[in-house]
């Protein structure tokens, strides 16, 4: 069974912590993607990674960066955590980048309170 | 752009009744198209999918056929379940970017 894993289920920090999310899978896939979820703004794409080391830009990375050292493990940096940070946070993979028939799968979500 | 516009929810139905949630999409090329559903206090999980016109996806009682004519891409159901309150999200994928409705809540009463 596929299998995306996030470090947290909750978390709760306080404004200017530097805040880790951890994103691993286990199914060999090349891609990676952070997306948070927002009541009325559905998902929104905020970094993903196609390879070790790379990555690109999504639709808001403003105050948010990434590592992918391995493969297999994904990594959501908040350099100084903020209040309009809160919010829900979900990993996801997939096989290929540009196929565009490829599903994405999810990790659980990591729900972050940032006080 | 690409984008992706679902029917505004809640919505509330009655155990067994029939449920539509329409999907409507704008893309440049040839997109496939998505439904995921999310699970109270869960990830999102593939529902079903299509990728090219008039294919249709099917998944535990659900339904949705790409429509190029209309771009649309509405999900059905015959006769919903207690078990299928949950969030519904359209979705497209075009030059590898997925691109999410706003999603539509579901709420069945038994």
């Known amino acids: 069974d596929v299998k995306v894993t996030q470090s947290s289920r909750y978390l709760v920090k306080r404004t200017g912590e530097k805040v880790f999310l951890e994103c691993v899978q286990d199914m060999d896939h090349e891609n990676m993607f952070w997306y948070r979820q927002d009541p009325g703004l559905g998902l929104r794409l905020i970094y993903f990674s196609y390879d070790v080391k790379m990555k690109e830009k999504g639709d808001i990375p403003e105050g948010y960066s990434v590592s992918r050292e391995k493969k297999e493990r994904f990594s959501l940096i908040l350099e100084s955590a903020s209040t309009n940070q809160t919010s829900m946070y979900l990993c996801?993979?997939?096989?290929?980048?540009?196929?565009?028939?490829?599903?994405?799968?999810f990790g659980p979500g990591t729900r972050l309170t940032v006080l | 752009g690409n984008s992706v516009t679902q029917m505004e929810g809640p919505v509330t139905l009655s155990e067994e009744a029939f449920l539509t949630i329409n999907c409507t999409y704008t893309?440049?090329?040839?997109?496939?198209l998505f439904w995921y559903v999310q699970y109270p206090g869960e990830g999102l999980q593939l529902l079903l999918k299509a990728t090219k016109a008039d294919d249709k996806g099917s998944n535990k009682g659900f339904e949705a056929t790409y429509r190029k004519e209309t771009t649309s891409f509405h999900l059905e159901k015959g006769s919903v379940q207690v078990s299928d309150s949950a969030v519904y999200f359209c979705a497209l994928r075009a030059l590898g970017k997925l691109v999410f409705g706003k999603g539509t809540k579901l709420t069945v009463n038994p």
């Open positions: 893309a440049t090329g040839y997109p496939s």
């Open positions: 996801a993979s997939s096989l290929d980048a540009y196929k565009n028939q490829d599903e994405q799968f």
